[in-house]
């Protein structure tokens, strides 16, 4: 495609409901990501884009799903997933706004809140479901959101939707989706476990992103942080609470460092442990085995006591002490993105280390995005979602019919509970309980080769059209054949 041309007639090519829509939005012309994208999705190739919040992603996915819907047709035929309630909400309102005129009913699925609403949603048959993996399972599960008739499904802020521990629902509810779609991923970030998850949902897609000289994408994620030198420890836990890393090592300049960073962690109920160099050889070497069999979630370490040492499966490179040269700079960022695997190195940076710091990224040459310490709002929200995710993950081990039972005889208790200042932090310790032993699974473990072929058909209690059967529906696209094995 030739980028160069002029793309205000890509939007002149939709039909004029939706360039009624899209002007109502004021949107004149296209933004880079939907001239690439638009024009794949309508042609009904599955996708990959690296996109980023701004760039006018939802639009790129918004714009070809909104002329895709049949309105005939009260059934749902795109489903965008997607991480928080707060994504949920703007993504639907701009989907719904791109079809008004084509009267394309577009409704937000989220757990956290009463089924009411998005029952009432699903029954009056809405076209478009945008929502997180959970509540949709809920829906799926219940017989209320029914995807035969889907046509488009979109993952959107994939990486943060494997973050959050998503994982098993969206495995669980590949199998309400019909072979015969079209899917397509966003993400800001293309670690491994996200094209992991390409791997199992799309077939042969195109990848496009937006940065040039970018096709590969990077395995590791360079970010730094700018803190004063007193509030670095507070920073390490807040950047910890808000990442939760699977794993991670965190580096000190100094043994004091090390002995320090190591002792504030386990204070704040971190699962930490140290080697420097005036530890005894077996009791590194316990360490060492602990953080390799996964029993051991942070490793506090200098460089030279960490030198040699092969952890290739730590998600986290944490420099708490800013490197001193480009070259520890490489070699602690080396512990990560190995074999194939993401990771994310976070530098903690000081006043006096900055300059130092920009001519090591200089020198080694890699892009390092500066991020901004987390607020305590966000880390609260952060937090609030991993517990609805979890908790909705463990209520649908509990049959429908019981749940409210369930969960009905507890409410006085929780009532109670958070009632006097006392009972309240022992509630609030159930939930720090909770989210320590239920650590969401944020990798994607990819089915047995002939499992996904093979992925068990949802019972089907009706006579609906399967694949194909879109009712009057506009033909696909498709440009190749051979989707028989669809995973
Ligand atoms: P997003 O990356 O999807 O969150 O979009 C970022 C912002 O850009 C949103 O406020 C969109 O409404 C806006 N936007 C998306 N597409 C266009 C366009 N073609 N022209 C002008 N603004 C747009």
Same mark, same amino acid.
Not at 23 to 50: K, T, Y
Not at 107 to 115: A, E, K
Not at 254 to 265: A, C, E, G, M
């Given at each position: 495609m030739?980028d160069?041309?002029?793309?205000?007639?890509?939007?002149?090519e939709l039909?004029?409901?939706?360039?009624?829509?899209?002007?109502?939005?004021?949107?004149?012309?296209?933004?880079?990501?939907?001239?690439?994208?638009?024009?794949?999705?309508?042609?009904?190739?599955?996708?990959?884009?690296?996109?980023?919040t701004?760039?006018?992603?939802?639009g790129?996915?918004?714009?070809?799903?909104?002329?895709?819907?049949?309105?005939?047709?009260?059934?749902?035929?795109?489903?965008?997933?997607?991480?928080?309630?707060?994504?949920?909400?703007?993504?639907?309102?701009?989907?719904?706004?791109l079809?008004r005129?084509?009267?394309?009913?577009t409704?937000?699925?989220?757990g956290?809140?009463?089924y009411?609403?998005?029952?009432d949603?699903?029954?009056?048959?809405a076209?478009?479901?945008?929502?997180?993996?959970?509540?949709?399972?809920d829906?799926?599960?219940?017989?209320?959101?029914?995807?035969?008739?889907?046509?488009?499904?979109?993952?959107?802020?994939?990486?943060?939707?494997?973050?959050?521990?998503?994982?098993p629902?969206?495995r669980?509810?590949?199998r309400y989706?019909?072979?015969?779609?079209?899917?397509?991923?966003f993400?800001?970030?293309?670690?491994?476990k996200?094209?992991?998850?390409?791997?199992?949902?799309?077939?042969?897609?195109?990848?496009?992103?937006?940065?040039?000289?970018?096709i590969?994408?990077?395995?590791?994620e360079?970010?730094?942080i700018?803190?004063?030198?007193?509030?670095k420890?507070?920073?390490?836990?807040?950047?910890?609470?808000i990442?939760d890393?699977?794993?991670?090592?965190?580096f000190?300049?100094?043994?004091?460092?090390?002995?320090?960073v190591?002792?504030y962690?386990?204070?704040?109920?971190?699962?930490?442990?140290?080697?420097?160099?005036?530890?005894?050889?077996?009791?590194?070497?316990?360490?060492?085995?602990?953080?390799?069999?996964?029993?051991?979630?942070?490793?506090?370490?200098?460089?030279?006591?960490?030198?040699g040492?092969?952890?290739?499966?730590?998600?986290?490179v944490?420099?708490?002490?800013?490197?001193?040269?480009?070259?520890?700079?490489?070699?602690r960022?080396?512990?990560?993105?190995?074999?194939?695997?993401?990771?994310?190195a976070?530098?903690l940076?000081?006043?006096?280390d900055?300059?130092?710091?920009?001519?090591?990224?200089?020198?080694?040459?890699?892009?390092?995005n500066?991020?901004?310490?987390?607020?305590?709002?966000?880390?609260?929200d952060?937090?609030?979602?991993?517990?609805?995710?979890? *908790? %909705?993950? $463990?209520?649908?081990?509990?049959? @429908? !019919?019981?749940?409210?039972?369930?969960? +009905?005889?507890?409410?006085?208790?929780a009532?109670e509970?958070?009632?006097?200042?006392?009972?309240?932090r022992d509630?609030?310790?159930?939930?720090?309980?909770?989210?320590?032993?239920?650590?969401?699974?944020?990798?994607v *473990? %990819?089915? $047995?080769?002939?499992?996904r072929? @093979? !992925?068990?058909?949802?019972?089907?209690d +009706?006579?609906?059209?399967?694949?194909?059967?879109?009712?009057?529906?506009?033909p696909r696209?498709?440009?190749?054949?051979?989707?028989?094995?669809?995973?």
């Amino acid at each position: 495609m030739d980028d160069e041309s002029p793309q205000a007639s890509l939007f002149e090519e939709l039909p004029d409901d939706i360039q009624a829509g899209i002007r109502d939005l004021g949107w004149s012309e296209p933004m880079p990501v939907q001239a690439r994208v638009i024009p794949i999705m309508r042609s009904g190739g599955d996708l990959i884009v690296q996109a980023r919040t701004g760039s006018g992603k939802t639009g790129a996915f918004g714009v070809p799903i909104a002329a895709e819907v049949d309105t005939e047709l009260a059934e749902t035929q795109a489903l965008v997933m997607l991480p928080t309630r707060e994504l949920a909400n703007q993504v639907a309102v701009e989907v719904e706004a791109l079809g008004r005129h084509r009267g394309v009913r577009t409704l937000p699925v989220y757990g956290g809140v009463g089924y009411g609403a998005q029952n009432d949603g699903l029954a009056a048959g809405a076209h478009v479901v945008v929502g997180t993996p959970g509540r949709m399972l809920d829906h799926l599960q219940a017989g209320r959101l029914d995807l035969s008739h889907l046509k488009i499904l979109v993952f959107d802020e994939a990486d943060e939707l494997l973050s959050l521990g998503f994982w098993p629902d969206m495995r669980e509810i590949q199998r309400y989706v019909p072979q015969d779609r079209q899917s397509c991923l966003f993400s800001a970030t293309i670690p491994e476990k996200v094209r992991s998850l390409s791997r199992v949902f799309l077939t042969e897609p195109e990848f496009v992103t937006l940065s040039e000289g970018q096709i590969a994408p990077a395995e590791i994620e360079h970010q730094f942080i700018v803190t004063t030198a007193q509030e670095k420890d507070a920073n390490l836990v807040k950047i910890l609470e808000i990442e939760d890393p699977e794993s991670a090592i965190i580096f000190c300049n100094t043994k004091d460092d090390v002995r320090f960073v190591t002792t504030y962690l386990r204070k704040k109920g971190f699962d930490a442990d140290q080697i420097q160099g005036d530890l005894a050889q077996n009791a590194r070497e316990e360490v060492m085995g602990r953080i390799k069999a996964g029993e051991l979630r942070f490793l506090v370490a200098t460089d030279v006591a960490a030198r040699g040492i092969d952890i290739s499966q730590l998600t986290h490179v944490i420099s708490y002490s800013a490197p001193d040269s480009p070259e520890v700079y490489v070699h602690r960022t080396g512990r990560t993105g190995r074999a194939g695997k993401a990771g994310t190195a976070i530098s903690l940076i000081s006043g006096l280390d900055i300059g130092n710091f920009k001519y090591l990224q200089n020198v080694n040459k890699i892009k390092i995005n500066e991020r901004k310490i987390p607020k305590d709002g966000e880390i609260l929200d952060t937090l609030r979602e991993r517990l609805m995710v979890k *908790v %909705e993950q $463990e209520m649908r081990l509990i049959p @429908e !019919a019981e749940r409210s039972f369930k969960i +009905d005889r507890l409410v006085p208790i929780a009532k109670e509970m958070a009632s006097t200042p006392e009972t309240l932090r022992d509630l609030a310790a159930i939930l720090a309980a909770y989210l320590r032993e239920h650590r969401p699974q944020t990798s994607v *473990v %990819e089915p $047995e080769a002939g499992d996904r072929s @093979e !992925a068990p058909e949802r019972p089907r209690d +009706d006579d609906r059209p399967r694949k194909g059967g879109r009712g009057g529906g506009r033909p696909r696209r498709r440009g190749r054949g051979g989707r028989g094995g669809r995973r």
